[in-house]
């Protein structure tokens, strides 16, 4: 169960970089990072327990920004209220806490943001940077496949659309290029490869998209971890970054943790929950799939000590050119 409002401390609009919709109608051409100081973050979904591919994609980020010096930051992504489950929350604390991650600064829920997405998408809607649209999946059935599922072709932006609806950004065909730490070079034109992408659902939920966004500039994210199946979502985040004047994290996305049939570790398949009475056997084995080789009975070892041996190992590009990572 979630923490109640007035329990936790309030201090995460610290430090806040403002978002500039000025320039939404000037994207910016030139991509850095937005700190110095290495900052990174761990947003699971609160839509089921963590599993084992997400320890993987948490002990990776931990790693890369404790082998930097930098802030590691815990961040709650609940925008959706549809896909949170009941006790959640509190499971993903819970297990977090058990392997002995310690992340910097109170923990971070994306529901607190929902007036800052408004806001947001009231000045999208003033700047015209985003239209209504009433097509539902159905429509989309015969449109061309891209690089995030089907192309939309702009059918709805100049139209005048009442009632329920959702909300797509105004795409054009600059070519959006960034270097990914471990999959290298990446390019797209997100008006021919994407079409105009939803960032505000028909259900009143902000996209995935949009609310990553916001939320990793808030917090000054500069690096930003994850799995390799998000790699094509950077291209609409990046888009978006550029569009709001914002400047892009360094990316890098590691490789997919797959079980003995091939298959994702996800939640979608029904893999297990982390056992958080084994937190040092997790590690270890964690550490051997991300390509460690710990030392002989470290899993015996504190938690202190496992995480001490692994800051002092770790080298996140020795996971370059790997496909896939066996569980």
């Known amino acids: ?19 500039d919709t000025d320039k939404i109608n000037n994207p910016i051409d030139k991509q850095c990072n937005n700190r110095n100081k290495y900052k990174g973050r761990f947003a699971p979904t609160p839509s089921g327990p963590l599993h084992f591919g997400s320890l993987i994609t948490a002990i990776s980020g931990y790693l890369d920004a404790r082998k930097n010096n ?14 949170v489950k009941k006790n959640a929350i509190s499971s993903i604390i819970k297990t977090i806490a058990a392997h002995g991650f310690e992340w910097d600064g109170d923990i971070l829920y994306q529901s607190d943001s929902s007036e800052k997405y408004l806001d947001i998408k009231y000045k999208l809607l003033n700047n015209k940077a985003i239209y209504g649209c009433m097509c ?11 690089l995030n599922g089907p192309i939309y072709d702009s059918k709805c932006r100049n139209k ?13 065909s600059n070519i959006i290029h960034f270097e990914d730490q471990l999959q290298g070079s990446q390019r797209c034109d997100v008006k021919k490869d994407i079409g105009d992408f939803i960032v505000w659902r028909k ?19 500069n690096h930003i971890v994850r799995g390799k199946d998000l790699l094509n979502s950077t291209f609409c985040q990046i888009f978006l970054q550029k569009n709001l004047g914002l400047t892009s994290p360094h990316y890098c996305h590691i ?48 938690l202190k000590t496992i995480w001490s041996w692994a800051m002092n190992h770790w080298d996140i590009d020795r996971l370059a050119g790997l496909k896939f990572l066996k569980i």
């Open 255 to 302: 490789p997919l943790a797959l079980d003995n049939e091939n298959n994702k570790i996800s939640k979608s398949i029904g893999a297990d929950a982390l056992d958080d009475g084994s937190p040092n056997k997790n590690l270890v084995k964690g550490l051997k799939i991300l390509k460690m080789t710990p030392d002989k009975g470290l899993e015996s070892e504190s």
């Open 70 to 83: 930098g802030d590691w930051y815990l961040r709650i992504d609940d925008s959706d209220k549809y896909r």
């Open 160 to 172: 005048k659309i009442t009632g329920e609806k959702s909300y797509r950004i105004v795409t054009t």
């Open 1 to 19: 169960m979630r923490p109640k409002r007035e329990e936790r401390k309030r201090n995460v609009n610290s430090g806040i970089a403002t978002i």
């Open 203 to 221: 259900d009143k939920i902000i996209s995935y998209h949009l609310a990553t966004v916001i939320d990793d500039n808030s917090l000054g994210i």
């Open 136 to 146: 539902s999946r159905n429509d989309l059935k015969q449109n061309k496949i891209g």
